[in-house]
């Protein structure tokens, strides 16, 4: 099958401080060019939705496409920008994608049509009362943390994506709209190397990983 990366870089890094995020460099490298370098030696073609007036940097074995203003829109656009078989969807926010995560996703998505990066909760949970008092403790067993990327048979993506347009269903994440329609999901297991660039704290981490960064 012919397999496109599309990769969000559309999101301006409010929380992070540091202006668009995906710019914004750890080890001498930015978010971006990171996640493009990971990912192109897997794929056919790499699209990138950034923020409105933003170019690609020289050099970057990427297309660049305009975003929109949620997360959900931009992966949309990005979806609508290709006519691959299989979509990876990665956050440029998570710059460090394992090989192995990588070949496991795309396969299963193949195979089964959806998948996700994903790993098991190792803390205890607690649902909050009164915002930060202890209330109720729930169960860890079976609950899994969702990364990206996430594989799907394009056109199952894109029929998701419509049909939430359609009904004004707003998601964080596109395996979620998979699953909503009732379709089959599979879990793949992540890595804690793919967590989320959102805080300054996650900055200070970012740059640990990528010291040692191996792939
Ligand atoms: N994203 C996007 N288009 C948007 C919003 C977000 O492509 N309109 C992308 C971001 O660039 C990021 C990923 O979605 O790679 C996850 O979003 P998040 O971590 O929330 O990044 P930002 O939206 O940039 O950060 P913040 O919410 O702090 O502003
Ligand atoms: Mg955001």
């Known amino acids: 099958p012919k397999i496109a990366a599309l990769i969000p870089a559309a999101g301006s890094g409010t929380r992070l401080g540091r202006g668009p995020k995906a710019f914004v460099e750890v080890g001498g490298l930015s978010l971006l060019a990171r996640s493009v370098?990971?990912?192109?030696?897997?794929?056919?073609?790499?699209?990138?939705?950034?923020p409105a007036g933003m170019q690609l940097p020289n050099g970057m074995q990427a297309r660049a496409i305009a975003g929109g203003d949620t997360?959900?829109?931009?992966?949309?656009a990005l979806l609508q920008a290709t006519d691959?078989?299989?979509?990876?969807?990665?956050?440029?926010?998570?710059?460090?994608?394992?090989?192995?995560?990588?070949?496991?996703?795309?396969?299963?998505?193949?195979a089964v049509g959806a998948?996700?990066?994903a790993l098991p909760v190792a803390d205890t949970l607690v649902q909050a009362k009164?915002?930060?008092?202890w209330g109720t403790l729930?169960?860890?067993e079976g609950l899994w943390a969702v990364q990206t990327p996430q594989g799907f048979r394009r056109t199952a993506l894109l029929a998701a994506h419509e049909s939430a347009q359609q009904e004004g269903h707003a998601a964080t994440d596109d395996a979620g709209l998979?699953?909503?329609?009732?379709?089959?999901?599979?879990?793949?297991?992540?890595?804690?190397r793919l967590f989320k660039v959102t805080t300054p704290?996650?900055?200070?981490?970012?740059?640990?990983?990528?010291?040692?960064?191996?792939g």
Do not use: K, M
């Open 37 to 50: 370098v990971c990912l192109s030696p897997y794929v056919d073609e790499v699209l990138v939705a950034l």
């Open 71 to 76: 997360r959900q829109a931009s992966v949309l």
């Open 84 to 110: 691959a078989d299989v979509v990876l969807i990665h956050d440029a926010a998570r710059p460090f994608l394992p090989t192995r995560v990588i070949r496991e996703v795309a396969d299963a998505a193949w």
């Open 115 to 117: 998948a996700t990066a």
């Open 130 to 133: 009164e915002n930060t008092d």
């Open 138 to 140: 729930t169960p860890r």
């Open 178 to 192: 998979i699953a909503r329609l009732g379709q089959r999901v599979a879990l793949i297991p992540g890595d804690a």
């Open 201 to 214: 704290g996650d900055l200070a981490l970012a740059e640990a990983v990528a010291a040692v960064w191996d």
